[in-house]
């Protein structure tokens, strides 16, 4: 789900919003008669969305998942829905074929492939930062991260990750439907949504049913499931991980918000890991936060409007405090010297100089190796210019109140007054 930063701008790409088309004066004297523009019609096929569109991500789900996801739902669509329902239920089948295939040639060796070194785990709230830091990361030419190509298509991205993959950017808009980052099949991208795909517990799965509710909250922080509920999610997590770290052959740079609630896992399974953890005034995450929601409901959901201003306040706030009652409750978890926590604001600000602080306080190699990279993107990103935006007093006051622990404790009294 990162964002909201100085990478919401595409590279090369000019800046600047548009201008307003001013309304002219009627004319003194008679001239060409204008036309009347005709009204769209509001049928059943219109499409209802926030921001602009986005190709559905479960096209990358194999058939049987894709059955079971229109199960859940009680297959509860809408007609303006359609046409995508049926791409995505005439290609999920070829998915599956080509999982089959993928791993009759490649899984036994993906199975013994090594992941080392420990990945490294950007954390933190969305629209945090967390996307910003994750592509700073990824310049460096030491690093591997998962793509959107890869997250997109899980199930068989060792087979068709070649040349395969590029016709996949014609189906994809040159940014994302809520802001300005581009998008590409080989970005970064979140694994959070190849875990949907992969039929993997996932909060994501709301963005399918947004009439229905937040669903699957207990996958946001791994709390309160069975055994085998835990030890399917985690060796569904390491098969995709592993198969990641056998195709790039470097160490993996891995974001997904809801990984910080989930240290305590992730520590388990790679004790050696590095955590970064970013946080941002929350006056600016809220708005932000509720925004990407409603536009991923709107292009994601199989029912459309997706009709959620019922229960998104509640689950913005909600989704932060139980997500920091586990960071704070885990963290301690992690060996001395392998996590470090940043501010968006500061990394804004001087990003080379707190990148260069990250690579020595966590061992990642020589900055030297990764400057080249991170000035060319810096370059890419100059003429950036971030949302604003306008938090109605009642609101503020309400962020105040029930995100007041996490103000104290990332430092933003003073901004938020």
Not at 11 to 29: D, I, K, M, N
Not at 174 to 191: A, L, S
Not at 292 to 301: D, F, I, R, T, Y
């Amino acid at each position: 789900m990162q964002d909201e930063t100085g990478n919401n701008k595409r590279r090369g790409a000019p800046s600047g919003s548009r201008l307003e088309r001013a309304r002219g004066q009627a004319p003194s004297r008679p001239g060409p008669i204008e036309k009347k523009k005709k009204k769209k019609r509001k049928g059943p096929f219109k499409v209802y969305r926030v921001g602009g569109w986005l190709l559905y991500f479960w096209h990358g789900m194999g058939f049987g998942t894709w059955l079971k996801l229109l199960k859940r739902g009680h297959y509860d669509i809408t007609l303006n829905c359609v046409p995508n329902i049926l791409t995505v239920t005439l290609w999920s089948p070829l998915n599956s074929l080509f999982y089959f295939i993928s791993e009759a040639i490649y899984g036994r060796r993906a199975e013994r492939h090594e992941i080392a070194p420990a990945p490294i785990f950007v954390i933190g709230h969305w629209r945090s930062g967390t996307t910003l830091l994750h592509n700073l990361l990824s310049t460096d030419p030491a690093h591997g991260y998962p793509t959107t190509y890869q997250c997109f298509f899980p199930n068989h991205f060792l087979l068709t990750g070649g040349a395969v993959r590029h016709w996949f950017n014609i189906f994809l808009p040159k940014k994302r439907p809520m802001d300005n980052v581009p998008v590409g099949v080989d970005m970064p991208q979140e694994e959070e949504f190849a875990f949907a795909n992969l039929g993997m517990g996932t909060h994501y799965i709301t963005l399918a049913w947004p009439r229905h509710g937040p669903q699957d909250m207990q996958y946001l922080d791994l709390t309160g499931l069975s055994d085998a509920e835990q030890a399917g999610w985690e060796r569904g997590f390491l098969w995709f991980i592993r198969r990641l770290s056998y195709k790039q052959k470097k160490r993996l740079v891995l974001k997904s918000p809801a990984h910080t609630a989930r240290v305590k896992t992730l520590v388990k399974l790679f004790p050696e890991a590095r955590f970064i953890h970013i946080s941002r005034n929350p006056l600016n995450i809220f708005p932000s936060t509720v925004r990407v929601w409603k536009a991923l409901n709107s292009v994601q959901g199989l029912h459309n409007p997706a009709h959620d201003d019922a229960w998104m306040e509640e689950f913005v706030f909600t989704v932060l405090e139980r997500v920091y009652k586990s960071y704070e409750a885990d963290r301690e978890l992690v060996p001395q010297g392998h996590l470090v926590e940043i501010a968006f604001e500061d990394l804004a600000a001087n990003p080379k100089e707190v990148m260069r602080d990250l690579y020595a306080k966590l061992d990642l190699g020589d900055f030297a190796r990764a400057e080249p990279g991170i000035d060319d993107y810096l370059a890419d990103q100059k003429d950036y210019q971030p949302n604003v935006h306008k938090v109605p007093e009642a609101l503020r006051q309400k962020i105040l109140q029930r995100w007041a622990g996490y103000i104290d404790r990332f430092g933003y009294r003073k901004a938020v007054s």
